[in-house]
């Protein structure tokens, strides 16, 4: 795959060593962010084998269940949840999170540039859970609900529903009134 150095992309170069080392020890912000994302959808490290391909998915819009006033809202609470929650989660240990009390499921692009497969994959291998799956997508990258959306869907049915349905089927009884 390409990147900024090697295709003498001038512009890219110059934006990417502004925001170097990344992540490193500054601040994530907004603009941090969107310049690593913007470079990595355009040299194709989001997806696999589609360089400059910027996902403007508008899946959602094909659900009755949205308003387009909560539609045109899906860019403000991005950002919203960007500016408030990106400090936190870049503080958590994931290295040393191994530990948990629920069923974990793993989706991993086996091209994602984002998130190393391979980092995923050892990391899954020390990951204690009352159960474990790691399902690798061998035609995807990062967006692997987006490139490959059947494989995606069976697999939330045939692996997370179940958990979902039996943790449901355990759970208190109550009354939901609408």
Same mark, same amino acid.
């Given at each position: ?5 090697? *295709?003498?992309? @001038?512009?890219? /170069?110059?934006?990417?060593? @502004?925001?170097?080392? =990344? ?18 959808? =355009? ?9 400059? &391909?910027? =996902? ?6 094909? *659900?009755?269940? &949205? *308003? ?10 991005? /950002? ?16 040393n999170a ?5 069923? /974990?499921?793993? +989706? ?28 690798? +997508? ?7 609900m987006l ?32």
């Open positions: 795959m390409p990147n900024a150095k090697s *295709s003498g992309n @001038a512009a890219a /170069v110059k934006e990417l060593q @502004a925001i170097a080392p =990344y992540p490193g020890t500054t601040p994530m912000t907004l603009q941090r962010l969107g310049v690593r994302s913007k470079w990595e959808m =355009y040299f194709g490290g989001l997806t696999f084998g589609r360089q400059n &391909y910027a =996902y403007d998915s508008n899946a959602e819009s094909l *659900s009755p269940d &949205y *308003s387009q006033q909560e539609l045109d809202a899906i860019g403000k609470g991005s /950002v919203f949840t960007i500016n408030h929650l990106m400090e936190p989660l870049v503080a958590v240990d994931f290295d191994t530990q948990f009390g629920c069923p /974990v499921i793993l +989706f991993v692009g086996a091209h994602d540039e984002t998130t190393s497969h391979e980092l995923a994959e050892q990391w899954f291998g020390k990951l204690q859970a009352p159960s474990k799956r790691l399902v690798l +997508f061998a035609d995807s990258a990062h967006m692997v490139e490959q959306p059947g494989r995606f869907l069976m697999h939330l049915v045939t692996d997370a529903l179940p958990l979902a349905q039996k943790a449901s089927d355990a759970a208190p009884a109550e009354t939901i009134r609408d």
